[in-house]
Nanobody, 119 residues
C-alpha cells in the first residue's frame, strides 16, 4: 500500500507564495504519477498539477499555469508544489494523490493541507 503525507499549507496574503510537499511511503517505487488536487468549501475537487514518472513530464490546470510549479523529490518518491502569485480563489484544502500505471486512476490520497489566501 502507498501512504501520502502533505505539508506546507498556511495563511498568506494575495500575491504571496507557499511551497507544499508530499512524500510517499510504502510501495512508493510503484508510483507512476503524483498530482495535486484542491477542494474549496461548496465546490467539487479539482485537478491542479501532476508529475509523471518516468520522464518527468508535468501537467497543469489552466487556472494555475504560469504561477504554480510541480517538481519531484530527488532520491525518494514525492512532489513539491511551488505556488507563486497566490490569489484568494486559490484558497482550498490541497490534496496529494498518486497512482500506478494500471489502473490509470489516482487511488492513493493524502490527508490534505489547508491553504488560505487573504485578499
Amino acid at each position: 500500500q502507498v501512504q501520502l503525507v502533505e505539508s506546507g499549507g498556511g495563511l498568506v496574503q494575495a500575491g504571496g507564495s507557499l511551497r507544499l510537499s508530499c512524500g510517499a511511503s510504502g510501495r512508493a517505487l510503484s508510483i507512476y504519477a503524483m498530482a495535486w488536487f484542491r477542494q474549496a468549501p461548496g465546490k467539487e475537487r479539482e485537478f491542479v498539477a501532476a508529475f509523471n514518472w518516468p520522464g518527468g513530464t508535468t501537467n497543469y490546470a489552466d487556472s494555475v499555469k504560469g504561477r504554480f510549479t510541480i517538481s519531484s523529490y530527488i532520491g525518494a518518491k514525492g512532489v513539491y508544489l511551488q505556488m507563486n502569485s497566490l490569489k484568494p480563489e486559490d484558497t482550498a484544502t490541497y490534496y496529494c494523490a498518486a497512482r500506478r500505471d494500471n489502473p490509470p486512476t489516482y487511488n492513493y490520497w493524502g490527508q490534505g493541507t489547508q491553504v488560505t489566501v487573504s485578499s
